[in-house]
T-cell receptor
Framework: QKEVEQNSGPLSVPEGAIASLNCTYSDRGSQSFFWYRQYSGKSPELIMF??SNGDKEDGRFTAQLNKASQYVSLLIRDSQPSDSATYLC???????????WGAGTKLIIKP | DVKVTQSSRYLVKRTGEKVFLECVQD?????MFWYRQDPGLGLRLIYF???????EKGDIPEGYSVSREKKERFSLILESASTNQTSMYLCASTNRGRSTDTQYFGPGTRLTVL
């Protein structure tokens, strides 16, 4: 059974600090890892994705993969109140069209 | 820009009614998906389609059916709506190929079944 787990939060972080979000997955065969952001009442939008071969940085966002411990992290530097949202992690196993989704972590950035 | 649209933002139906939710994408994507999202449960896949007239069951297909007669359009059908189908329904589409696995979502339909 392929599973993706996230702490539901809320995770409260002061403005300007680094927010660190984690996601664990159950199957070592996973190939791609996605982070989506979802504002209240809106649909998910992609922040970034990484493959199993490395980390990725995009502006204030960094996604890191720890294959040995089977988790993927999203770091948000210089957190802003506009980063307050629910962050969804999704994992894809090749040869399958599906993404397996975590339930999301609610992040609150305090001014 | 990828655009995925859904026929309604809010819908209220009565138990036993037949409900149609429509999704249209304008990026010529092969794959389309229907999810439902409930608090604390995340996104659960109902059905997906990888080509016209092709469909596969997701994790929770019971009580639902789908139709894909044209590439750009994917419909979700609740044959006889029940109160436990009250939820947010999200449609998504994606192109084929490993490098473009990103799923693009429509705005969602919040369905209430009374």
């Amino acid at each position: 059974q392929k599973e993706v787990e996230q702490n539901s939060g809320p995770l409260s972080v002061p403005e300007g600090a680094i927010a660190s979000l984690n996601c664990t997955y159950s199957d070592r065969g996973s190939q791609s890892f996605f982070w989506y952001r979802q504002y209240s009442g809106k649909s998910p939008e992609l922040i970034m994705f990484i493959y199993s071969n490395g980390d990725k940085e995009d502006g204030r966002f960094t996604a890191q993969l720890n294959k040995a411990s089977q988790y993927v992290s999203l770091l948000i530097r210089d957190s802003q109140p506009s980063d307050s949202a629910t962050y969804l992690c999704a994992v894809k196993w090749d040869s399958n069209y599906q993404l397996i989704w975590g339930a999301g972590t609610k992040l609150i950035i305090k001014p | 820009d990828v655009k995925v649209t859904q026929s309604s933002r809010y819908l209220v139906k009565r138990t036993g009614e037949k409900v149609f939710l429509e999704c249209v994408q304008d990026m010529d994507h092969e794959n389309m998906f229907w999810y439902r999202q409930d608090p604390g449960l995340g996104l659960r896949l109902i059905y997906f389609s990888y080509d016209v007239k092709m469909k596969e069951k997701g994790d929770i297909p019971e009580g639902y059916s789908v139709s894909r007669e044209k590439k750009e359009r994917f419909s979700l059908i609740l044959e006889s709506a029940s109160t436990n189908q009250t939820s947010m329904y999200l449609c998504a589409s994606t192109n084929r190929g490993r490098s473009t696995d990103t799923q693009y979502f429509g705005p969602g339909t919040r369905l209430t079944v009374l």
